[in-house]
């Protein structure tokens, strides 16, 4: 009898341990496919994360985009992240039927087919009839604010920053209860970019009021490479201008740059899990050019005086 209860316990502890390789298989073949496709995820993958990606003038319609699109679709397979942020330039060189698909629906289809989200902003190459076109899900607005779990996104139109703009961005901040806030559009407050560079007047605008209200985040694009940007008063910026075009040899080496890559397209994945925020950019090829995890800074008091920040 002892050996008939013994022999079951071991045929019932080698099932289980049999099972547990399964299933650690079934998840080594997945990241295996990934890093085949030359792509190793990084983020942790945590259980009820915000996870999405991040392109900026990408819409070139030309075969980089589509293999941005690619990397995209596999990264997107092994992360589920379910909406992405466009930086601007979503259309380059003109606002037919056929240039919207071409240039976005052609693309990203087999994402928007899986139901991710795209969340447009406008760039300077944009006609702003854009704003009307459902998958931009701009709803007819230059700037738009939305939330995903616990963070709210602030879409802003930097083509024309005018005062109706800026009164609703304030609002808008103000009263905003987001663990996480994150500002997006397309001229950056701070570029090592040859090309164009900081936009200084913008910084004086807008600056002040994301140290005041507590955003944690800014993305914009417009000068084509990628830049991780020093954290400036606690607030992480990054550029990414180069998911459909490219400036080889566009970053300076300066003060400004905790790290870049110029020299092919790429997008970002980002993971937001309670106080961090996990970024990771990934070129056209696969190839992992930068990634980490930023820790949210406290938020500053709503009261603080909105000084202008020294000019760089």
């Not at 663990?179 to 997006?184: F, H, L, V």
Request: charged share 20%.
């Amino acid at each position: 009898m002892r050996r008939l209860i013994s022999f079951i316990l071991t045929i019932a502890i080698v099932a289980f341990v049999l099972e547990l390789y399964w299933e650690h298989s079934k998840t080594s073949v997945h990241a295996a496919g990934m890093q085949q496709a030359g792509t190793a995820l990084t983020l942790p993958l945590r259980p009820n994360s915000v996870r999405f990606a991040v392109v900026g003038d990408n819409g070139t319609a030309d075969s980089s985009e589509y293999q941005v699109g690619e990397q995209m679709q596999k990264a997107q397979q092994i992360s589920k992240f379910n909406f992405v942020l466009m930086l601007g330039d979503n259309l380059y060189g003109g606002s037919s039927v056929r240039d919207y698909q071409d240039r976005f629906e052609r693309p990203y289809k087999a994402m928007l087919d899986e139901g991710v989200i795209f969340y447009a902003s406008l760039g300077n190459h944009d006609d702003n009839n854009e704003v009307s076109y459902a998958p931009f899900h701009m709803n007819g607005n230059r700037y738009y604010a939305y939330w995903q779990g616990n963070v709210e996104f602030f879409a802003l139109d930097t083509n024309y920053m005018d005062g109706s703009q800026l009164d609703w961005l304030q609002k808008e901040l103000r009263e905003s209860t987001a663990t996480w806030k994150i500002a997006y559009f397309h001229h950056p407050l701070y570029s090592s970019g040859k090309t164009h560079g900081s936009s200084r007047e913008l910084r004086l605008t807008l600056e002040p009021l994301f140290e005041k209200y507590g955003v944690n985040v800014v993305l914009a694009g417009h000068d084509h490479v990628y830049e991780r940007v020093v954290p400036q008063n606690g607030i992480l910026y990054f550029v990414l201008g180069s998911s459909g075009k490219l400036r080889n040899g566009d970053l300076r080496n300066d003060s400004l740059k905790a790290a870049g890559f110029d020299s092919d397209r790429c997008f970002m994945l980002v993971e937001i899990a309670g106080d961090e925020f996990y970024y990771q950019t990934i070129s056209r090829t696969g190839q992992t050019v930068d990634s980490g995890v930023f820790k949210r800074q406290a938020q500053a008091a709503a009261t603080a005086p909105e000084a202008a920040p020294a000019l760089r």
